[in-house]
């Protein structure tokens, strides 16, 4: 006997987990990662490690909407928009690594 088994939810060790190296800001219950190597901006899922990277940053006083360099782990994942309800690119974040003041994606 055969047995198959689906499942929806996205396993973090099967998907694209990789380095993103960016900066990232949170103001008014939206967070958003901008990568320094596309200059592309996501919207940050709060699921995963995402609500420890939120503490982190909250704890720096940050400016209002003011971009920390940041890096992480995580991948990429088609959600809809919760306006316009269309799939869009999103940041899962799996591992909060580190924020730094001292860098930025600016050359």
Same mark, same amino acid.
């Given at each position: 006997?055969?047995?198959?088994? @689906?499942?929806?939810?996205?396993?973090s060790?099967?998907?694209? =987990?990789?380095?993103?190296?960016?900066?990232?800001?949170?103001?008014?219950? @939206? @967070? /958003?990662?901008?990568?320094?190597?596309? =200059?592309?901006?996501?919207? $940050?899922?709060?699921?995963?490690?995402?609500?420890?990277?939120?503490r &982190?940053?909250?704890?720096? =006083?940050?400016? /209002?909407?003011?971009?920390? @360099?940041a890096d992480?782990?995580g991948?990429?994942?088609? $959600?809809? =928009?919760?306006?316009?309800?269309?799939?869009?690119?999103?940041?899962?974040?799996?591992?909060?690594?580190?924020?730094? &003041?001292? $860098?930025?994606?600016k050359k």
């Open positions: 006997m055969i047995v198959l088994l @689906a499942c929806n939810k996205q396993d060790k099967t998907v694209d =987990n990789r380095l993103f190296i960016g900066e990232y800001r949170y103001f008014a219950d @939206a @967070a /958003q990662f901008k990568e320094c190597r596309t =200059n592309k901006i996501y919207p $940050v899922l709060f699921d995963g490690d995402h609500i420890k990277m939120e &982190r940053y909250l704890k720096m =006083n940050p400016k /209002q909407l003011e971009w920390i @360099a992480i782990k991948y990429l994942k088609l $959600v809809p =928009n919760e306006d316009t309800m269309k799939p869009q690119e999103s940041l899962y974040i799996t591992e909060f690594i580190r924020f730094d &003041r001292t $860098v930025s994606c």
